[in-house]
């Protein structure tokens, strides 16, 4: 089967640094993409790894590890309006993406 | 450059009765996807188009949902009778060809059914 495991929910404080790990069982692998999802909002890319090593955009980055079937997505300079849920999602084939569950980062003041 | 547009955002019908979700996606994405929703969980795929070929409807339940899409541009997603269960949110989202990894998602529309 596949399966994609992150944690459901996250908690920090303004001005710190979260990371929100993503491990996979899955029978091809292509990549791992990362989005979020503001509430009652839509899902919306951030970022796709398909080599080992982090990748940076701004304040966020993300890191994959093929060897080990894992990635995090690592959000710097924690932000109020970075409260959302994050996806992880690997892309399994050229046709096919498999979602995790999500992960709910609230920021606190 | 326009996002992808969905209409209704919301909608609410009784059980039994049928409802249709429209989507327009991104100029020049062939690719389109629609999903649904529950709270709290990831997006599940329902059927994914290139161009107008259903490509992926495996996990479409064909004995009460269709989808169309003409021309290989705007596409419809009908529930016909709904039920109960069918109460989610329904993504669509595009993506240019290939780039399955970074599709870009519409609003959604709200389902409930009473």
């Known amino acids: 089967g596949q399966s994609l495991e992150q944690p459901s929910e996250v908690t920090a404080v303004e001005g710190a640094i979260v990371q929100i790990n993503c491990t996979y069982q899955?029978?091809?692998?292509?990549?791992l993409s990362w989005y979020q999802q503001h509430d009652g909002g839509a899902p919306t890319f951030l970022s796709y790894n398909a080599l080992d090593g982090l990748e940076e955009t701004g304040r966020f980055s993300s890191f994959l590890s093929r060897s080990d079937s894992y990635g995090y997505l690592l959000l710097q300079e924690l932000q109020m309006k970075d409260s959302a849920s994050y996806f992880c999602a690997v892309r399994v084939s050229n046709r096919k993406l498999i979602w995790g569950l999500g992960t709910s980062l609230a920021v606190n003041p | 450059e326009a996002g992808v547009v969905q209409s209704p955002r919301y909608k609410i019908i009784e059980k039994k009765q049928p409802v249709a979700f429209w989507c327009n996606p991104i100029?020049?994405?062939?690719?389109l996807y629609w999903y649904l929703q529950n709270l709290g969980q990831g997006p599940e795929l329902l059927i994914r188009?290139?161009?107008?070929?259903?490509?992926?409807d495996s996990q479409l339940p064909k004995d009460r949902f269709s989808a169309e899409r003409l021309k290989g541009v705007d596409s419809t997603l009908k529930i016909q009778p709904a039920e109960l269960g069918d109460s989610a949110v329904y993504l669509c989202?595009?993506?240019?060809?290939?780039?399955?990894?970074?599709?870009?998602f519409g609003p959604g529309t709200r389902l409930t059914v009473t």
């Open positions: 989202a595009s993506s240019t060809a290939g780039l399955i990894y970074e599709q870009y």
């Open positions: 899955t029978s091809g692998f292509y990549g």
């Open positions: 100029s020049g994405h062939n690719t």
């Open positions: 188009y290139e161009n107008e070929e259903a490509v992926d």
